[in-house]
C-alpha cells in the first residue's frame, strides 16, 4: 500500500477514482436541489447534474497529466540509464589512451634500440679501423676479432660483420 513503485499509474488511477466519486456527488447533489426546491428553481439542479460531472471530468485532467508525466519520465530514464553510464565511458577512454601510451612507448624503445644499435656499430668500426687487413671481423657482443662465423670467446654466431664495410 504504501510502496513507491509505479508512482504515475498510482496518480492515473487517483485521478480517475476522483473524476468518478465527484461525479457522483454533483449528480446526487442535483438530484437533492430538484427535490428539495420542488422543481420551481430545478434549472439548478438540472445544470449541476450536467454541469458537475463535465467540472470534474476536466479538472481530473491535471492530475492525470502529472501521474502521465511521471509516467514517462521513469521510462524515459529507465532507457537512457542503459545508454550512457559515466563510469563505463570514463573506463573506456581510460583503456584507450592506455593502450596509445603503450604503443607510443614501444615505438619510442624501437628507435632508441636502433639508435643504440647504430651508435655500437660506429664504435665498433671506429675501434677495427680501416687500415686493418679486409677480412676483419668483430663480435658485437664482446668485442673481440674473429677469423670464422662463431666468436670463441662468447660462442654468439651468425652476428659477426665485416668492418670494412
Known sequence: MFDYDDVGGKIKNLAKSSFWV????TIVAGFI??????FKDGWWGILIIIGGPLVAWVASWIL?????IVDKLCTIEKNTSMIYKPTE?????????SKIRQKKE????KVDIQKRKEAEVKKLKSLVGTS???SV???PYCGENVSSNKCEMCGKSNFLFDSNK
Do not use: P
Open 22 to 25: 465527484e461525479a457522483i456527488c
Open 33 to 38: 436541489i430538484l427535490a428539495d426546491n420542488g
Open 64 to 68: 492525470y497529466g502529472f501521474g502521465e
Open 137 to 139: 671481423k668483430m663480435c
Open 89 to 97: 565511458l570514463n573506463d573506456a577512454r581510460e583503456k584507450y589512451e
Open 132 to 134: 686493418n687487413a679486409q
Open 106 to 109: 614501444i615505438e619510442e624503445k
